[in-house]
T-cell receptor, first 114, second 115 residues
Framework: DQQVKQNSPSLSVQEGRISILNCDYT??????FLWYKKYPAEGPTFLIS?????DKNEDGRFTVFLNKSAKHLSLHIVPSQPGDSAVYFC?????????????FGKGTTLSVSS | KAGVTQTPRYLIKTRGQQVTLSCSPI?????VSWYQQTPGQGLQFLFE???????NKGNFPGRFSGRQFSNSRSEMNVSTLELGDSALYLC??????????????FGPGTRLLVL
Protein backbone atom coordinates (compact mmCIF):
# COMPACT_ATOMS: atom_id res chain seq x y z
CA ASP A 1 0.00 0.00 0.00
CA GLN A 2 1.72 3.14 -1.22
CA GLN A 3 1.13 5.94 1.25
CA VAL A 4 2.98 8.58 -0.77
CA LYS A 5 2.38 8.70 -4.50
CA GLN A 6 4.02 10.65 -7.27
CA ASN A 7 1.83 9.78 -10.21
CA SER A 8 3.94 11.42 -12.91
CA PRO A 9 7.14 9.44 -13.53
CA SER A 10 8.55 12.20 -15.70
CA LEU A 11 8.15 15.87 -16.57
CA SER A 12 9.77 17.90 -19.34
CA VAL A 13 9.98 21.68 -19.10
CA GLN A 14 11.75 24.41 -21.03
CA GLU A 15 14.35 26.56 -19.33
CA GLY A 16 12.83 29.64 -17.73
CA ARG A 17 9.36 28.12 -17.39
CA ILE A 18 7.68 26.81 -14.26
CA SER A 19 8.08 23.18 -13.19
CA ILE A 20 5.27 21.75 -11.06
CA LEU A 21 5.83 18.41 -9.40
CA ASN A 22 2.92 16.77 -7.61
CA CYS A 23 2.59 14.39 -4.71
CA ASP A 24 -0.44 12.75 -3.04
CA TYR A 25 -0.58 11.00 0.30
CA THR A 26 -3.12 8.82 2.03
CA UNK A 27 -2.19 8.93 5.72
CA UNK A 28 -3.70 11.91 7.54
CA UNK A 29 -1.23 11.38 10.40
CA UNK A 30 1.67 12.66 8.30
CA UNK A 31 2.70 16.00 9.78
CA UNK A 32 5.87 16.96 7.92
CA PHE A 33 6.63 16.83 4.23
CA LEU A 34 9.92 17.16 2.39
CA TRP A 35 11.20 17.34 -1.16
CA TYR A 36 14.54 15.88 -2.13
CA LYS A 37 16.47 16.08 -5.38
CA LYS A 38 18.59 13.17 -6.49
CA TYR A 39 21.21 12.66 -9.17
CA PRO A 40 22.18 9.12 -10.24
CA ALA A 41 24.61 7.35 -7.92
CA GLU A 42 24.30 10.11 -5.31
CA GLY A 43 22.29 10.46 -2.13
CA PRO A 44 19.15 12.62 -2.06
CA THR A 45 19.75 16.31 -1.40
CA PHE A 46 17.23 18.14 0.78
CA LEU A 47 15.42 20.96 -1.04
CA ILE A 48 12.53 22.25 1.01
CA SER A 49 10.04 21.13 3.63
CA UNK A 50 6.66 22.10 5.00
CA UNK A 51 4.89 21.43 8.25
CA UNK A 52 1.26 20.35 8.22
CA UNK A 53 0.32 23.55 10.06
CA UNK A 54 1.31 25.62 7.02
CA ASP A 55 0.01 25.68 3.47
CA LYS A 56 3.01 27.27 1.74
CA ASN A 57 6.75 27.52 2.17
CA GLU A 58 9.20 29.35 -0.09
CA ASP A 59 12.93 29.15 -0.49
CA GLY A 60 14.35 31.04 -3.45
CA ARG A 61 13.13 29.45 -6.67
CA PHE A 62 11.40 26.63 -4.80
CA THR A 63 7.91 26.81 -3.31
CA VAL A 64 5.99 23.96 -1.75
CA PHE A 65 2.21 24.08 -1.39
CA LEU A 66 0.24 21.81 0.92
CA ASN A 67 -3.48 21.11 0.61
CA LYS A 68 -4.37 19.01 3.65
CA SER A 69 -8.01 18.50 2.73
CA ALA A 70 -6.97 17.03 -0.62
CA LYS A 71 -3.92 15.30 0.89
CA HIS A 72 -1.86 16.85 -1.88
CA LEU A 73 1.36 18.78 -2.10
CA SER A 74 3.23 20.30 -4.98
CA LEU A 75 6.70 21.69 -5.61
CA HIS A 76 7.00 24.69 -7.89
CA ILE A 77 10.35 25.62 -9.42
CA VAL A 78 10.48 29.05 -11.00
CA PRO A 79 12.33 29.70 -13.23
CA SER A 80 13.46 26.21 -14.16
CA GLN A 81 17.13 25.75 -15.06
CA PRO A 82 18.93 22.92 -16.87
CA GLY A 83 20.77 22.12 -13.61
CA ASP A 84 17.41 21.29 -12.06
CA SER A 85 17.25 18.15 -14.20
CA ALA A 86 17.17 15.29 -11.68
CA VAL A 87 14.80 12.91 -9.92
CA TYR A 88 12.61 14.62 -7.33
CA PHE A 89 11.27 12.68 -4.38
CA CYS A 90 8.43 13.67 -2.15
CA UNK A 91 8.65 12.30 1.43
CA UNK A 92 6.38 12.35 4.44
CA UNK A 93 7.16 11.99 8.09
CA UNK A 94 4.96 10.06 10.48
CA UNK A 95 6.22 10.60 14.00
CA UNK A 96 5.38 7.94 16.51
CA UNK A 97 6.43 7.37 20.05
CA UNK A 98 9.61 5.64 18.97
CA UNK A 99 10.91 8.06 16.40
CA UNK A 100 10.38 9.09 12.79
CA UNK A 101 10.80 7.44 9.44
CA UNK A 102 10.46 9.01 6.02
CA UNK A 103 8.00 7.48 3.58
CA PHE A 104 9.02 8.27 0.01
CA GLY A 105 7.17 8.49 -3.24
CA LYS A 106 8.74 6.75 -6.24
CA GLY A 107 10.03 9.97 -7.73
CA THR A 108 9.49 12.19 -10.75
CA THR A 109 12.27 12.69 -13.28
CA LEU A 110 12.44 16.34 -14.29
CA SER A 111 14.14 17.27 -17.54
CA VAL A 112 14.76 20.96 -18.20
CA SER A 113 15.82 21.75 -21.74
CA SER A 114 17.64 24.89 -22.80
CA LYS B 1 30.37 20.89 8.76
CA ALA B 2 31.16 17.69 6.95
CA GLY B 3 28.18 15.85 5.57
CA VAL B 4 27.10 12.27 6.09
CA THR B 5 29.78 9.86 4.95
CA GLN B 6 29.33 6.25 3.96
CA THR B 7 31.88 3.54 3.31
CA PRO B 8 32.50 1.73 1.13
CA ARG B 9 30.94 3.47 -1.86
CA TYR B 10 30.81 0.32 -3.98
CA LEU B 11 30.74 -3.34 -3.07
CA ILE B 12 30.42 -6.60 -4.97
CA LYS B 13 29.46 -9.75 -3.09
CA THR B 14 28.17 -13.20 -3.98
CA ARG B 15 24.99 -14.88 -2.81
CA GLY B 16 25.19 -16.27 0.70
CA GLN B 17 27.88 -13.89 1.87
CA GLN B 18 27.34 -11.21 4.46
CA VAL B 19 28.19 -7.52 4.25
CA THR B 20 28.70 -4.61 6.66
CA LEU B 21 28.17 -1.01 5.63
CA SER B 22 29.29 1.99 7.65
CA CYS B 23 27.84 5.46 8.15
CA SER B 24 29.19 8.52 9.94
CA PRO B 25 26.51 11.14 10.62
CA ILE B 26 26.88 14.90 10.56
CA UNK B 27 28.67 16.06 13.69
CA UNK B 28 26.15 16.56 16.49
CA UNK B 29 23.45 14.47 14.85
CA UNK B 30 22.28 11.65 17.06
CA UNK B 31 19.76 9.88 14.85
CA VAL B 32 20.83 7.65 11.99
CA SER B 33 18.37 6.05 9.58
CA TRP B 34 19.03 3.56 6.81
CA TYR B 35 17.15 3.25 3.53
CA GLN B 36 17.30 0.88 0.58
CA GLN B 37 16.77 2.18 -2.95
CA THR B 38 15.93 -0.21 -5.77
CA PRO B 39 14.49 0.56 -9.21
CA GLY B 40 11.30 -1.35 -8.49
CA GLN B 41 10.55 -0.34 -4.90
CA GLY B 42 12.05 3.12 -4.69
CA LEU B 43 13.40 4.36 -1.36
CA GLN B 44 12.34 2.18 1.55
CA PHE B 45 13.00 2.71 5.24
CA LEU B 46 15.07 -0.01 6.90
CA PHE B 47 15.61 1.16 10.48
CA GLU B 48 16.53 4.10 12.69
CA UNK B 49 18.99 4.29 15.55
CA UNK B 50 19.11 6.88 18.31
CA UNK B 51 21.40 6.79 21.34
CA UNK B 52 22.65 3.34 20.38
CA UNK B 53 19.10 1.91 20.36
CA UNK B 54 16.99 0.83 17.42
CA UNK B 55 13.99 3.11 17.68
CA ASN B 56 12.09 2.27 14.52
CA LYS B 57 12.10 -0.55 12.00
CA GLY B 58 10.72 -1.01 8.50
CA ASN B 59 9.39 -4.16 6.88
CA PHE B 60 12.58 -5.99 6.09
CA PRO B 61 13.60 -9.54 7.06
CA GLY B 62 15.80 -10.24 10.03
CA ARG B 63 18.80 -10.68 7.72
CA PHE B 64 19.02 -6.89 7.82
CA SER B 65 20.37 -5.59 11.10
CA GLY B 66 22.22 -2.60 12.39
CA ARG B 67 23.82 -0.97 15.35
CA GLN B 68 24.90 2.43 16.53
CA PHE B 69 27.98 3.29 18.52
CA SER B 70 28.41 5.84 21.30
CA ASN B 71 29.84 8.38 18.82
CA SER B 72 26.59 8.02 16.74
CA ARG B 73 28.36 6.20 13.91
CA SER B 74 26.25 3.35 12.61
CA GLU B 75 26.73 0.11 10.76
CA MET B 76 24.24 -2.06 8.97
CA ASN B 77 24.74 -5.73 8.25
CA VAL B 78 23.07 -7.97 5.71
CA SER B 79 23.57 -11.68 6.18
CA THR B 80 23.02 -14.49 3.69
CA LEU B 81 22.91 -12.11 0.75
CA GLU B 82 20.34 -12.65 -1.99
CA LEU B 83 20.36 -11.33 -5.55
CA GLY B 84 17.45 -9.05 -4.64
CA ASP B 85 19.59 -7.28 -2.04
CA SER B 86 21.43 -5.49 -4.86
CA ALA B 87 20.59 -1.86 -4.23
CA LEU B 88 21.82 1.55 -3.20
CA TYR B 89 21.92 1.71 0.59
CA LEU B 90 21.51 5.20 1.97
CA CYS B 91 22.20 6.51 5.41
CA UNK B 92 20.60 9.69 6.73
CA UNK B 93 21.20 11.63 9.91
CA UNK B 94 19.28 14.21 11.90
CA UNK B 95 19.46 15.91 15.28
CA UNK B 96 16.11 14.37 16.12
CA UNK B 97 14.82 15.82 19.30
CA UNK B 98 11.70 13.90 20.18
CA UNK B 99 8.54 15.51 18.87
CA UNK B 100 10.33 18.00 16.63
CA UNK B 101 9.83 17.84 12.88
CA UNK B 102 13.30 17.54 11.51
CA UNK B 103 15.04 17.11 8.22
CA UNK B 104 17.13 14.06 7.47
CA UNK B 105 20.34 14.60 5.53
CA PHE B 106 21.57 11.82 3.32
CA GLY B 107 24.98 10.41 2.56
CA PRO B 108 26.13 9.44 -0.96
CA GLY B 109 25.14 5.81 -0.47
CA THR B 110 26.80 2.43 -0.85
CA ARG B 111 26.09 0.62 -4.10
CA LEU B 112 25.88 -3.12 -3.37
CA LEU B 113 25.88 -5.65 -6.19
CA VAL B 114 25.14 -9.28 -5.32
CA LEU B 115 26.21 -11.84 -7.92
Amino acid sequence: DQQVKQNSPSLSVQEGRISILNCDYTNSMFDYFLWYKKYPAEGPTFLISISSIKDKNEDGRFTVFLNKSAKHLSLHIVPSQPGDSAVYFCAASHPNQAGTALIFGKGTTLSVSS
Amino acid sequence: KAGVTQTPRYLIKTRGQQVTLSCSPISGHRSVSWYQQTPGQGLQFLFEYFSETQRNKGNFPGRFSGRQFSNSRSEMNVSTLELGDSALYLCASSLNFQGVQETQYFGPGTRLLVL
